[in-house]
């Protein structure tokens, strides 16, 4: 693990020649195969695609996306409700104190739609490693229990988000409130959510075009490296 207050390490160069972003068909599947080394993956970020395995389980083909269009969440375009609101003094806020817990629950396999199989786990347990992985927790203030949380890379002024989990009412949430207040003191331009969903658009996340995603993918992972911290 990196110190404080040091950056990313640099794993080197990828071996693969990836996929276009602007060639992935009609469900936004760019390519497949490579693997998921930590070069793999930092370069598939700064091209705009993202992995996630084919099928259910391990040992599966790896699927390169380029969803079009891309969900992201304005930084000053966060829909925050009074419930939820409320619910913040509820929970304190920390940074990867607890990646491998909040990757593990993200990869529940009760949970509908799971896609986390081991070798993603593992994969962005390598990145964290290597300080480009970040987990943003939401802990219970009368418990002291991990209560939800999130986990991503941060690439320059990226943060590309990846899975988020509760096991309070409204404890993703709040990560995700701290999570973008922590991007806009700390160098983050862009908030990628992949896909929009119903649940990601009741908390602002909108839809690019797959084009003006990626023409502003290029300027913000060439940005100073972001800096993630509790406030």
């Given amino acids: 693990m990196i110190s404080a207050g040091e950056g990313?390490?640099?794993p080197g160069s990828c071996r693969w020649v990836l996929p276009d972003p602007r060639e992935a068909d009609?469900?936004?599947l760019a390519g497949v195969g490579a693997d998921l080394d930590p070069a793999t993956l930092l370069a598939?970020?700064?091209r705009g695609l993202f992995p996630m395995p084919i099928g259910d389980g391990d040992g599966l083909d790896i699927g390169w996306w380029s969803p079009d269009p891309r969900g992201v969440i304005p930084l000053d375009g966060l829909i925050v409700s009074r419930s939820l609101h409320k619910a913040r003094k509820h929970f304190e806020i920390r940074?990867?104190?607890?990646?491998?817990?909040?990757?593990?629950?993200c990869a529940d396999p009760r949970r509908d739609g799971g896609w986390i199989n081991d070798a993603i786990a593992?994969?962005?347990g390598d990145m964290h490693a290597l300080g480009w992985a970040h987990s943003v927790e939401a802990w219970s203030l009368d418990t002291g229990e991990l209560a939800g949380g999130l986990y991503g890379l941060a690439i320059g002024g990226l943060f590309a988000g990846e899975s988020m989990f509760h096991?309070?009412?409204d404890a993703s949430k709040v990560a995700l409130c701290a999570l973008v207040e922590m991007l806009e003191a700390g160098r983050g331009q862009l908030l990628d959510?992949?896909?929009q969903t119903r649940h990601l658009a009741t908390l602002g996340c909108v839809n690019l075009k797959r084009e003006t995603y990626l023409e502003r993918?290029?300027?913000v992972v060439a940005a100073p490296q972001l800096v993630l911290g509790a406030n």
Avoid: I, N, S
């Avoid at 940074?95 to 629950?105: G, I, K, N, P, Q």
């Fill in 217 to 219: 993918l290029a300027d």
């Fill in 26 to 28: 009609h469900v936004g």
């Fill in 193 to 195: 959510c992949q896909w």
């Fill in 8 to 10: 990313p390490v640099d």
């Fill in 95 to 105: 940074v990867d104190t607890a990646f491998t817990e909040v990757v593990r629950a």
């Fill in 122 to 124: 593992v994969a962005y």
């Fill in 44 to 46: 598939a970020y700064r």
């Fill in 167 to 169: 096991w309070r009412t």
